[in-house]
């Protein structure tokens, strides 16, 4: 235990020297209290804060130059409920309500498969399925979100123009208008609509739009530990999106019938996956 | 809320997506299409005098219209009561989406509103010019209103009338299909609902719209006869009969061949429809929708239609089978509706659905807005007299 | 008042247009003004989604002022865990550049729970290139600690292996000399 104690305090001091050094600017923006203009700049543009998708920042931002996609990788996912967590506490979802959520898909030996989801997968999973009598053959977590759809169902229907496909491609909710018919929580294939019970209005997962403007990731993915969930922009050659997406891997989109060609695409998702 | 979200996974033997465990479009979503179908088919009952000439509807041809009318004032109660931010409902008007099936309501409930309202008003026009020099002070400012303060009943004028009341009668029906039809597309337009994607939709609610605004006018019709001691005309009735039979085998039959083809083409979504109907709904729909209220009153029909039965027995068996053919089309609208929602989009479970008696969406709610008609028609019946044979007298 | 044989169409007439002249014109004042502009919504509902308030910031705002944790962190097995997953969003922690709450942090009970999110071999479906994944209590049992130990008893949160290299490079310089 003595020899921990100079090893700690030497690596405190680099630190210190490298933050000193690197991220002064950054540093002094969270302790020095700020006139409030520039508190408003410094919350809006968080520039001290690494840009995590290349691209965004700097130059005006052009909607119709970027192509964003979403890729779970269902072989990485672990089920912790990491995505979750962060998703209900960045946008204060109300309890009962998900914009994201992860199933839990079990497989006997006779193929049978037993899905649950319990809380939408905000407690992670703690405990293995009880109630399956047969031998398990298979177990895997599938995480949803919205599907961004190219084609969306909700927006064809929305009766009043609340919810809308914006040129870079994000389906979004003008919540300023949203009648909170529920009209596009019927339409939605995927189920990831709901009825916001305090705004009384249509609420969805948007990718972090208001992240990803600001050249940060997604939270899910930027607090998934496995790295199962992965953003990019397909128009950039050398996001990791772009590689998979062009790469030999089987790639699948849910419910490729309904034909709402969505802009979020599985990784190693078994055929039973709805 | 966490309570009942537990309870609903306890409940269900497979899975259930988390956003579909609440069911979003409730009772006042059921009785939405039910107020509209009254509205369309007593509309289509006072057509078929108007624009048809089926002579023996007279007597009701009058009353038909003002219980459409009385009926379409309450009909966007319910979606006022069901919309979560109702303060906006003017959204629909100001910027209607094209591509939305509901985008189009508030113009096509105004547009028919209009019609129907002037219809009523040039009918009743004679009517009300008389009604107006016999009466004074509110009520004979309410008909001046009603007339456009005009008293000119030269035969001219009346020539114009029945040429307009014949425009908007024949213009009427296209528009009372609209209404009820659009409204089946909502259901029939959404894809995602195995049970509500088929373009036999708006050809059921159309039908059973038909099926309860004629069986809704033979029960009105013969009650209020009843309790103001005078005789219900018998050959209106019987008419009224044989066309809610004929409405009837049409809307049966199509109810049927929607199922059948479900299950007949067993898509990747028959096994949902299947458990659906025989899990869940199976006492609502086979046993209450099909069985009690179909079959018997098909049965009845027959007997009252193909048989020759005394007067007497005749009004009481139709009243009853007007009775059950109301609460049928109440069963279809709730299995349609409400049922339609219990298969979770997951394909793999169902959901659970308990109305809350005191809820903003709740039974109360849906008690009190389907007496509010009848209110209406009570007020309606004050300023319009329903009757001919009462200006008669008068 | 003297009525023609058509004067009461004329007032319908007259009206209808009335009213639908008033109902445009309010169409036309009440509707948003960035109506149309890209498609049928308001453009302007998307600068107000870009500009909806950040929660979780990342790791780096934590580091400068939590630089204890910040060394650790970095060098460690868990350097790719996000700090906000365990202790809260940082909206919650400072507004403005100012300390406005304090996030909680996980003891006991709570962090063995915490750990076994991911941990937990018993859940199948962790492939062990993704993760490293124990069955408890047996790794306490082949560790030979109790079976009330919780997970940081050995093993720091924040670098999971810090502890234990320290301890086996310590012994191994006592098994040298």
Known sequence: MDREKPELNEERRTFIKKVLKGTIAGSLLLVIPLRADDLETSEQIPEHIPEQIPGIRGSEYDMSRHR???????????????????DKREYNVPDGNYRTWVERYIKDIDENIYVDCPNGGLDGYQKPREDIDRPVRDTFFVPKLCNMCED?????????GATFRSPDGFVLIDSERCIGCAYCIQACPYSVRFLNPVTHTAEKCSWCYHRVRRGLLPVCVHVCPAKARKFGDLNDKESEVYKILSGPGVITVLKRDMGNSPSLYYKGARREVI | MNAAHENAITILTNYVFPNDLHVHWSMMIALYPYITGIVAGAFIVSSLYHVFGVKSLKPISRFSLLFALAFLTCATLPLLFHLGRPERNF?????????????GFGYIYMLYGVVLLLEVLFIYRPTLVYLRKKSQGLMEMIYRALTFDSTNLSPESLELDRKIISFLAAIGIPMACVLHGYVGFIFGGIKANPTWATPLMPVIFLLSACVSGVAGIILVYILIKTFTNKPADTDCVRTCTNYLAGFFILDFVFEMLEVLSHSYLRTAHYHAVDELLNGPLYNSFWIGQVGILSVIPLILLGWLCLTRVNDTLFKIGASLVSFMLLLQVVFMRWNVVIGGQLISKSARGFTVFHPEWFDKEGILTAIVLMCAPLVVLFVISRIFPFWMEEMDEG | MKSSYNSHVKRIILGLVIFAVVGFIGKE??????????????????????????????NTPCLPCHTHEAGLHKNGLHKTISCEFCHGP?????????KTGELPVKKGEEIRVLCLRCHNRAIHARPGDVIKTVVMPDHLRDKKVKETHTCNQCHHVHAPYNYIDQAKQALSIKEAS
């Not at chain 1, 969306?152 to 009043?160: E, I």
């Not at chain 3, 960035?34 to 990342?58: P, W």
Request: with cysteine; net charge negative; proline share 6%.
């Open chain 3, 29 to 58: 004042i009440s509707s948003p003004k960035s109506f149309g502009v890209y498609g049928h919504y308001r453009a302007d509902a998307i600068q107000e989604e870009a500009d909806r308030d950040m929660r979780h910031k990342t």
């Open chain 1, 68 to 86: 964003f996609v979403f890729i779970v990788d269902i072989t990485r996912c672990i089920g912790c409920g990491s995505c979750c967590v962060a």
């Open chain 3, 90 to 98: 940082m909206a919650d922690h400072i507004t403005s550049g100012i």
């Open chain 2, 91 to 103: 959204n629909i008007m100001l910027t209607p989406n094209p591509s939305s099936a509901m985008a």
């Open chain 1, 152 to 160: 969306p169902s909700c927006v064809q229907v929305c009766p009043v």
